[in-house]
């Protein structure tokens, strides 16, 4: 009964669609999750399944061809919504769905167990929303019309096929259980019949699982690598007090890069070398370690994948700089001397310091050491010049002001 796609159920769909999408857009789990629960795909590939079990090749005629009408409908609407979405950053969430591996089979495998097992039971329960959530079949086709709208066909490729394991591998469960059940077949088929069903079938699934052991092999060793990498850096640069502002790790090139950047410490061309060396004693075979030093460096691409940031660091290092360069002229160890003139002058009180520069010339200024404060009543005025000639001795004071507060 819910193989067809017709009037409400197609308009169901479409709407879920464009949940998903905008919830893997705008990177919204809840909203994905909320998608999930009202999509009617499922439908259909528990139809397929069943029709091959108890061999109604009507059903599973039927079965196929709303599938097949479901994923076209389904895409097209993702496409349309990622087309018109002024937002076309790749999410989070987008990213999860393009590199499936063994462990999304091993999902769509026993999700589809726990529905049909539910389906076939007297006493009925309500998995199918768990079903629904765990095999995931809206975001992959989501995921799959972004790619076709930002033409990014690697996502399109890998998102598909994600799609793809999940409807075969749940038709599988679907198949196995009704197998076990013994439910009647619609027609008694022959021997060979069966074979080329158990042939079929084998076939498939090495088609849809090869690749998954393959892609499962390779995100083990890139999350390797990645832990040696990080075990290196905390080794030889954090633990050291160098703590990177900048790292990038391209793990598909040929040899493999570990990029770096700090932001005062500059390492020789010696020192860069003995790290390289290094690397083989954390088991980083075939790559290289790069450390970007200079603002040319960072400003010649380094940083693309990142929208240049690294011309902003730039600037931000040299602001700093200057900044510090200027501070340095204001600065007075004026603490100690405050407490040293509460001895000295008790008459004085609410002390404060301050550098200001005087213009001499047109062109040029020189720098006066400002004193403020008050003379407690009924006290002796304060003899300033005595207190001039005794700031004066006093390392980076030159020039003094003294300014009395009422």
């Known amino acids: 009964a819910n193989t067809s796609f017709r009037g409400a159920n197609l308009w169901i769909l479409a709407c879920a669609i464009v949940i998903a999408s905008v919830g893997l857009n705008v990177n919204s789990t809840a909203v994905i999750i909320g998608a999930m629960l009202i999509s ?3 439908g259909p590939i528990v139809g397929a399944g069943f029709a091959l079990a108890i061999h109604d090749i009507a059903l599973l005629k039927k079965s196929a061809k709303n599938l097949l009408i479901a994923t ?18 790749t999410q989070s969430e987008l990213l999860a769905r393009t590199s499936p591996n063994i462990y999304d089979v091993i999902i769509a495998f026993f999700g589809g167990l726990v529905g049909v097992i539910a389906l076939t039971r007297v006493e009925k329960g309500n998995p199918i929303p768990g079903v629904a959530i765990a095999t995931a079949l809206m975001p992959p086709l989501c995921t799959a019309g972004y790619g076709l709208a930002t033409g990014n066909f690697s996502y399109f490729t890998g998102a598909f096929y994600l799609y793809t394991i999940n409807c075969f591998f749940i038709c599988i469960s679907t198949f196995l259980i009704i197998k076990y059940l013994k439910y009647d077949p619609v ?8 074979k080329r069903i158990r042939f079929g079938i084998t076939l498939l699934i090495l088609v849809m699982i090869v690749p998954s052991f393959y892609m499962a092999y390779n995100l083990f060793t890139e999350k390797n690598y990645n832990h040696r990498v990080e075990a290196f850096i905390e080794a030889e640069f954090t633990a050291a007090g160098y703590t ?26 010696e020192e860069i070398v003995l790290l ?12 290289t370690l790069d450390i970007i030093q200079e603002t040319e460096d960072l400003l010649e691409g380094h940083f693309a994948d990142y929208a240049h940031p690294g011309k902003v660091l730039a600037e931000k290092e040299s602001l700093i700089r200057n900044l510090q360069s200027e501070l340095s002229a ?20 609410n002390i404060s310091f301050g550098r200001h520069a005087v213009p001499v010339t047109a062109d040029s200024s020189a720098m006066v050491t400002v004193m403020l404060y008050t003379t407690e009543s009924g006290s002796q005025a304060a003899d300033t010049a005595k207190i001039i000639r005794w700031l004066q001795q006093k390392p980076g004071f030159g020039a003094v002001r003294l300014v009395s507060q009422p």
């Open 72 to 89: 076209i409908v389904s895409l097209s609407v993702a496409t349309l919504y990622f087309l018109v979405s002024p937002f076309k950053e």
């Open 187 to 194: 027609k008694t088929p022959g021997e060979r019949f069966e």
């Open 276 to 287: 390289n060396g290094k690397l083989k004693n954390y088991g980083i075979d075939n790559s």
């Open 330 to 349: 204001y600065k007075l160890a004026s603490r100690e001397v405050t407490a040293e003139m509460a001895i000295l002058f008790p008459e004085l009180s």
């Open 40 to 42: 009617p795909l499922m």
């Open 244 to 269: 990177p502002i900048y790292r990038q790790i391209r793990f598909n090139s040929q040899p493999k890069k570990i990029e770096l950047a700090f932001l005062n410490k500059k390492f020789a061309a």
